[in-house]
């Protein structure tokens, strides 16, 4: 989950640089990540053991695609376009939170104090990274119910990713990472394509330039496909609070490239968000869940 987040984290100012040409969309970058890892997970495949897939499975594999993929890409690039990009970094906090809620009335995995502190300690480093990193935080689209709107589609967006590491976290252990996101994609890229269409054909794909290329090649191999079969890696070994918890390594990854490239500054400030952000993943992380508290409560039931 480590891994994938950084990753993630790379794409944000990548995806900037790419588009400050003009030349693409954020619309054709979405269907390029889709469509590119879709051919990338089936090419994969063929080296790897045939699995059948049972057409339940199948079904289950297409609303799994539209919480954590359609619906996870798509409202968050709409969203960000309809508000500011500062109250979209912030609200994209709120995703670790969805995700122990969700697991306490799904899984009825427990609400710790160390859970509750933990993600109130990442929250406030990546608050403070976001707040803190020059970005225009109230920045106003030109039309406030505009704004409000663009908002409730990113916080959908989080929604949408914490319901599918919950609902799907057994699941994932049926089939090989490979097996599972090719077809994911393959439902993505099907419901994605009618909206991008026309996004993809007015491209003016002889304005991008070899660093542009470059980063476009990364957002689909790195920030897409191995990042999506990291994230299956950590779904069936982690529960989903702690799965969610590494949403925070994506503004601290971000900051450290703004920083290396010249576009921000460290400062205390950051260095404060980076304890913050760790501390509260450490005290997600050592949290018990469910099954060892019931596993002390038996042991201390059977003694005499």
Known sequence: MFGANAMWGLLSPISKVIMASGAI?????????IGGAMVLFWAASFFNKPEHVSHKDLATLFFASLLAIVFN???FVFGVSLTSLGDASIITTSMPLWAMILAAFILKEPITGKKVSGIALGAGGALLLILGGGQDVQAATTNEDTSIWGDLLVLFAQLCYALYIVLYKDFVSKYSPITI??????????????????????????????????GLAFIVLGATFVSYMLVIVGQKRLRPTVAGMYNYIQPLVACVVA?????????????????????????????RSRAELEKQENSQTAKP
């Open 181 to 214: 996101m090719k077809w994911m994609f393959t439902y993505s890229f099907i419901c994605t394509l009618p909206f991008s269409a026309g996004d993809l054909m007015e491209a003016d794909w002889s304005d991008l330039h070899p660093t542009e290329i470059g």
């Open 259 to 287: 920083v290396c490239w010249g576009m921000d500054s460290f400062n205390a400030t950051k260095i404060a968000a980076i304890v913050l952000i760790f501390g509260g993943v450490y005290l997600v992380t050592s949290s």
């Open 73 to 75: 890409q798509g409202c």
């Open 25 to 33: 969309t954020p619309l054709v970058v979405t269907d390029l990540r």
